[in-house]
């Protein structure tokens, strides 16, 4: 495999004029956080904060100069521009946002406008946690709530495909990405930012240091609850999760067979074991109603994941049949919550959404009551 180098990226981006200032980008010094690792390539285009709007064009163009180099299987390009500074201060530092800060934010600095940040997770892939995520952030927000998804696979991200969303984000204010909306949520996931059959071949601090990207650097506003696609298993993702923000709590979602529950039990302790609150248990694919005689079929068991929240001393939050109606909606861009929002199975959803909404306040009422109190002696 061809070797990227920092030159031959540079020698490349030469080739990137901005227009308004007749010159290429290199020689403006706009390249920023450069950095390269097994042929994936990250950097930030500085620029100024009342250009940022305009230049989304400049940026697509880099990032696509730069894919094109043999060796190179993905680019990432963001604009990022100095902060003004505060009046009588000195100019805030540049921040670029296509590399990590030296310093790992505190837990308030990467979503400090989210109220709640709910993880929906689950032990063992195949089980339909990212479809249960998308219809559960669907009918928070048909409750009245202002959501947000945030699909942190980022080896296998869906939201694309599962939210039928066109096009890459595009940035306001020239310094953070704008989520992309879609049936009255806020969404970022890989998948708006690298081609669909582009794979994702990082080490951990890769995959860290995007995942704090796209909470820090995206601009989320002000959301009530925020729901959390994790990847399935118990790895870096959910530990930076449970390090970086202050989870409200956990869902973990699997179906009803005994080894789908192992793998259920294991992702539960993991969010025991860093302090997390678990919220409860969903069970998916839960039974199957045949659609020409309505006869009921257990297809995997039944009651396993109610059976197994008793036994852990978490609440059940419900069960979501195996339809080919869900299946069919989200594989359209479509979930069952926006396509059939009267039907059984939204009702459904909307239920859990109730119940873990009521959760969600209780841990976040518990918290605001368990304060530290300031004694002065």
């Not at 794979?199 to 860290?208: E, H, S, T």
């Not at 925020?226 to 390090?243: E, F, H, N, R, S």
């Not at 709590?249 to 039990?265: C, E, F, K, M």
């Not at 309505?294 to 939050?317: M, N, Y």
Request: aromatic fraction near 4%.
């Amino acid at each position: 495999m061809t070797e990227v180098t920092e030159r031959k990226v540079l020698d490349a981006l030469a080739t990137v004029i901005d227009r308004e200032r007749c010159q290429d980008v290199v020689t403006l010094g706009m390249v920023r956080g450069l950095r390269i690792q097994d042929g994936h390539v990250m950097f930030a285009l500085e620029v100024d904060a009342d250009r940022g709007a305009k230049l989304e064009p400049l940026r697509k163009e880099a990032e696509d100069t730069v894919h094109r180099l043999e060796g190179v299987i993905t680019a990432r390009a963001v604009l990022t521009a100095e902060r003004p500074a505060a009046a009588g201060g000195p100019a805030a530092p540049r921040q670029p946002t296509g590399a990590p800060q030296r310093q790992a934010p505190m837990h308030g600095e990467l979503l400090p406008d989210v109220k709640a940040i709910v993880a929906v997770a689950s032990g063992k892939g195949g089980v339909g946690k990212s479809t249960t995520a998308v219809n559960l952030a669907l009918a928070l927000a048909r409750q009245g709530r202002r959501t947000g998804l945030l699909d942190a696979d980022v080896y296998g991200p869906s939201m694309r495909r599962l939210l039928g969303i066109a096009g890459n984000p595009g940035s306001s204010d020239g310094v953070r990405l704008d989520a992309m909306e879609k049936f009255g949520i806020k969404a970022m996931s890989m998948a708006f930012l690298v081609e669909e059959e582009t794979p994702i071949v990082w080490r951990g601090p890769m995959v860290q240091s995007a995942l704090e990207q796209m909470m820090r650097d995206v601009a989320w506003g002000s959301l009530d609850i925020l729901v959390v696609d994790m990847p399935p298993g118990t790895g870096d993702t959910q530990l930076t999760m449970a390090q970086r923000v202050p989870l409200a709590g956990a869902v973990i979602v699997s179906t009803p067979q005994d080894i789908a529950l192992i793998d259920a039990r294991k992702g539960l302790n993991m969010f025991r074991k860093v302090d997390v609150p678990v919220l409860g248990i969903i069970e998916n694919m839960s039974y199957f109603v045949c659609p020409h005689c309505q006869g009921r079929t257990d297809i995997f068991g039944h009651g396993g994941a109610e059976a197994e929240a008793a036994r852990l001393g978490v609440d059940f939050l419900g069960g979501i049949p195996l339809d080919v109606a869900i299946r069919e909606t989200s594989d359209g861009g479509t979930p069952i919550v926006a396509a059939d929002p009267e039907g059984e199975h939204a009702k459904a959803y909307l239920a859990i959404a109730a119940r873990v909404w009521d959760k969600v306040e209780e841990v976040v009422a518990g918290r605001a009551r368990t304060a530290p109190r300031i004694v002065v002696q």
